[in-house]
């Protein structure tokens, strides 16, 4: 009569075991899920800083490559042809001018022999210049747009030819220059393109930034 009093009591203590069980697998597996989670968004995080940093450099060469283009422009004006110290051959402290055909060609462009020329920037055989910022190539890119009266200033009418300002009567032309610079890492397969509009003179003043 006791073992058959017992055995209810057993078996329920094995169906607790078995609960118990099951249990313990639950928060096992809960568990998991959490700690993959956490590692996998760790990880994304990580990753989206460091496309954060790579963009922020090739941002930063960008703007390097503008800066570079806008004394490019301001000197090529002022002497009338793309200075010698900007080309690539130089021995000693190689410009960003990568030959003297560029120098050329980018001479007529800077001086309205060739305005909105359709060359790439994307592409090291048609760039205008050449740059190595940090870990990044970059290709500039400079592009006379078109000349206008400066702001405030009158139109010149019946007057004769007085150079790219347009003589003191017009109150000076400004001549407006996009320059266009493509970074690109091998490395890490990142680029980015950055553009910016100039109006510049031959008075003497420098560049200043429109776009």
Do not use: H, W
């Not at 009567?169 to 320059?179: K, N, P, Q, S, T």
């Amino acid at each position: 009569m006791s073992s058959l009093r017992t055995t209810p009591f057993k078996a329920a203590l094995d169906d607790e075991k078995g609960i118990a069980l099951v249990t313990v697998m639950l928060i096992m597996v809960i568990m998991a899920v959490i700690g993959i989670a956490a590692i996998t968004v760790t990880s994304l995080e990580n990753r989206m800083a460091g496309f954060q940093r790579s963009g922020e450099a090739a941002a930063t060469a960008a703007e390097s490559c503008i800066g570079t283009g806008v004394n490019l422009i301001q000197q090529t004006i002022d002497q009338g042809q793309v200075p010698a110290q900007f080309l690539s051959t130089q021995p000693t402290n190689p410009g960003p001018v990568p030959s003297l055909a560029q120098q050329t060609l980018l001479t007529n462009e800077i001086m309205g022999q060739s305005d909105n020329n359709p060359d790439d920037p994307s592409t090291a055989a048609t760039a205008n210049m050449i740059l190595t910022v940090g870990a990044f190539t970059v290709n500039g890119d400079i592009d006379r747009l078109y000349a206008k009266p400066k702001s405030g200033s009158a139109m010149q009418f019946a007057s004769g030819y007085e150079g790219m300002a347009g003589g003191a009567a017009g109150g000076g032309v400004d001549i407006l220059y996009r320059i266009t610079c493509v970074t690109s890492n091998s490395t890490t397969g990142t680029t980015s393109q950055m553009s910016a509009v100039y109006a510049c003179t031959a008075t003497g003043e420098s560049c200043q930034r429109k776009i």
